[in-house]
């Protein structure tokens, strides 16, 4: 039986690689982003690995396009076997000048955006048996580093967000899981890199070394391919009893 995965930010950096991942394994992929040549990019992924794929460029600020958006998948595909709550946004500000509407912004994207598409899945997942969720979270679900309060408030949001959905889940066969990377440079993060160096008043480069890969033992960023092995670990069958955890790939960050 083929499986449906669908992620979401899957047209650029860790959503991408682990979009590829999953139709390199005979998944069809519900393609996900803001990018105007989304469809294209998942037309490519389709002919490549031949599986289907289909793409949406739902607002994940609006809660009735995320709800489309999974009406959608359901009914190109089927199933959504596997959900992957992988888009986010970031905005790096001392406190005293972090805005409202930032935040705001930051708290819809990266955490209510992954309850409302969970909640959305929850009842074709429970009537298949079946349901993988994935939330991909981050170090910073684990950690805290300054100027990222709404960021990592949301991170360690979606934490404790995978717990609950791992226990509802328990009696049905759907987890939930979540992978909490270290610095990844995705086009995500070298907006950090830039934001981070006008904060500091330090360079890019110094801003890499001495800030973001400071607190990790491996002094490297994270390789893409690394979390979507262990996203589709997370997604197989024989994952049932792996639920309501989170996993860390940060280079030795929160072994310190």
């Known amino acids: 039986m083929t499986r449906t995965a669908l992620i979401t930010g899957s047209t650029s950096g860790i959503g991408y690689t682990i979009a590829k991942a999953f139709a390199s394994k005979g998944y069809n992929v519900m393609f996900h982003g803001l990018e105007t040549n989304g469809a294209e990019i998942a037309r490519k992924v ?106 990592v408030s949301a991170k360690h949001g979606m934490i404790g967000l995978t717990k609950v959905l791992g226990l509802e889940g328990a009696g049905s066969n759907i987890t939930c899981n979540a992978i909490c990377p270290g610095y990844v440079k995705t086009p995500l993060v070298e907006g950090q890199i830039k934001d981070q160096s006008k904060a500091h008043g330090l360079t890019e480069e110094e801003i890499v070394q001495k800030v973001m890969l400071k607190k990790q033992a491996v002094k490297e960023f994270i390789p893409e391919e690394k979390i979507s092995e262990l996203a589709l670990f997370l997604a197989a069958e024989n994952s049932s009893a792996i639920t309501g955890s989170s996993y860390t790939l940060d280079g030795g960050w929160t072994a310190q």
């Open 46 to 151: 389709a002919e490549e690995y031949n599986v289907k794929t289909d793409f949406s460029n739902a607002n994940l600020m609006h809660p009735e396009e995320i709800e489309k958006l999974v009406t959608a998948t359901l009914e190109k595909f089927e199933t959504i076997d596997t959900l992957i709550n992988n888009a986010g946004i970031q905005y790096v500000s001392p406190l005293e000048e972090f805005p409202l509407e930032k935040w705001n912004a930051i708290i819809a994207i990266n955490l209510t955006a992954a309850f409302i598409a969970s909640k959305a899945v929850w009842t074709s997942m429970k009537k298949n048996k079946f349901g993988r969720i994935i939330n991909i979270s981050s170090v910073h679900g684990l950690r805290a580093s300054e100027y990222k309060s709404a960021y």
